[in-house]
């Protein structure tokens, strides 16, 4: 736990705010306390909500002036316990939620931090647009946090993470200066991009306040199938067929093991088991184009070559919009079907996509060597080599002895990703969780590099000072 806020701060940063601006309130500061897995709980003396960039700007000031930590939290959807105060300020961005500007010749949309994710998609829509950054939980998740972990999701394999989908930001840096960089420019090539070191920066460089975003054409042709197959190898050679014979109209490409398909069978309300017979390993495959019809006929031509090569087993296309939603649905519901069985060792790692079957069949065989019974839950981007590698304790065991032993199997795991020229965080980031951790994996060189640009930025270290080395 950090040291206590001084009262003179307190006093000061409710001046800066008014009413309405903070609260002190225990039952407005509980969700706001506890990771939404129960993972994390924390604490914190104040929570700021400001409305305006200069409401952000007075309550850093003050803060940096003081010495004050500060944990910046979003729609509070973080996995790894970045958000989660431990003693600090909790500065929320609830209350930054206007869309600034839109804009279809530049194709960009200005949204301040605490707007969500579904808000962005409803704005862009409005305008005859998209913005290609799909998440289960973004209903709740906002710009900023989306922003400040270099958010990923279920469409990298076409349009890359969210530093890809990000023209400009403004920010306030941790001395409470405005920096005011919403440019929509595709290019600019004027020395370092402060943006980008702000994206994934999980808020230790300063609080991302508004984003422009860039936006796409709306498709006019989309077709969604789930594919049963007999591993992961198979989905593999599919997904590069796929890529060869669409020209890039790969819009997702997501693997799940059955283990997956039958929690959410068993835990999910209103899922139904996507094919006729059961199948070891699914494919959620999406394709979409800007020519009518176009999707549709490549995904029927492309299930059929696969059948006939017995790369594929069965598969079904969505002929609606809510059948595609109910195949989504078993991938979106993946994590939630999981809950119920208790304790799990999560991984959200990342390996060449050429890797991703040997790292599926390594890790396996490590694991059940290591907690023998336990149950293996596999799913994730294989488009972009995003593997989220869950172990759940064995039916019937011990949560609290499964749990023990979290840190010592994810070491394990870990290890084989990192053989393999992998990362222990694909999208998810460091946060609380992973941050010591990661020093195992990265060099001394790296860590002295990416400490040397936060003191320069943030000398007091008062920003998220939990996370990130």
Not at 63 to 68: D, L
Not at 75 to 97: A, D
Not at 332 to 344: D, H, M, R, V
């Amino acid at each position: 736990m950090t040291a206590p806020v001084p009262a003179d701060v307190l006093s000061r940063l409710k001046a800066v705010l008014g009413e309405g601006g903070w609260s002190q309130d225990p039952q407005r500061l509980a969700p706001k306390l506890l990771e939404w897995r129960d993972r994390w709980s924390g604490e914190t003396p104040f929570l700021a909500l400001p409305r305006t960039t200069a409401d952000v700007a007075a309550v850093v000031g003050i803060c940096f002036e003081a010495g004050t930590p500060i944990t910046t939290q979003g729609g509070n959807t973080g996995l790894v316990g970045g958000q989660i105060p431990m003693g600090e300020v909790l500065l929320s961005t609830e209350r930054l939620r206007a869309i600034r500007e839109s804009d279809a010749f530049d194709d960009v949309l200005v949204a301040e931090a605490g707007v969500t994710l579904s808000a962005v998609h409803e704005a862009a829509a409005a305008m005859n647009r998209r913005f290609p950054l799909g998440l289960a939980s973004e209903g709740s998740a906002t710009v900023g946090g989306v922003v400040s972990t270099n958010a990923g999701g279920t469409q990298v394999l076409r349009y890359g993470m969210t530093r890809n989908l990000v023209l400009g930001l403004e920010a306030v840096m941790p001395n409470g200066e405005v920096w005011n960089g919403l440019k929509r420019l595709r290019k600019d090539n004027t020395g370092y991009d402060l943006k980008q070191l702000l994206i994934g920066a999980e808020g230790t460089l300063g609080v991302v306040t508004a984003a422009a975003l860039k936006l796409y054409p709306v498709m006019a042709s989309r077709a969604v199938a789930m594919i049963g197959l007999e591993s992961p190898a198979a989905a593999l050679k599919l997904l590069v067929r796929a890529k060869d014979e669409t020209g890039g109209a790969v819009e997702a490409f997501e693997l799940m093991g059955r283990l997956g398909v039958d929690f959410a069978l068993k835990n999910i309300a209103g899922t139904r088991d996507p094919l006729a017979g059961v199948h070891p390993w699914y494919v959620l495959a999406e394709f979409s184009s800007g020519e009518p019809g176009s999707a549709e006929a490549s995904m029927e031509r492309f299930l059929a070559s696969g059948l006939e090569d017995g790369l594929i087993a069965d598969a079904a296309v969505a002929q609606t919009d809510s059948q595609a939603k109910a195949l989504w649905a078993i991938r979106e519901n993946q994590s939630p079907a999981q809950k119920p069985e208790g304790a799990t060792w999560k991984h959200d790692v990342a390996v060449p996509v050429s890797r991703v079957a040997d790292f599926l069949a390594e890790a396996d065989a490590a694991m059940r060597a290591f907690a023998p019974g336990c149950r293996i839950a596999a799913f994730g981007h294989m488009g972009d080599g995003n593997i989220h590698y869950d172990v759940l304790r064995a039916d019937g065991g011990s949560d609290a002895e499964h749990s023990a032993r979290r840190d010592a199997g994810s070491r394990i795991v870990h290890d084989i990703v990192a053989a393999m020229g992998g990362s222990i965080s694909a999208e998810h980031g460091l946060g609380s969780m992973k941050t010591e951790e990661a020093r195992r994996y990265k060099s001394p060189v790296e860590i002295e590099a990416l400490s040397a640009i936060r003191r320069a930025l943030d000398p007091k270290r008062i920003m998220n000072p939990r996370v990130l080395f």
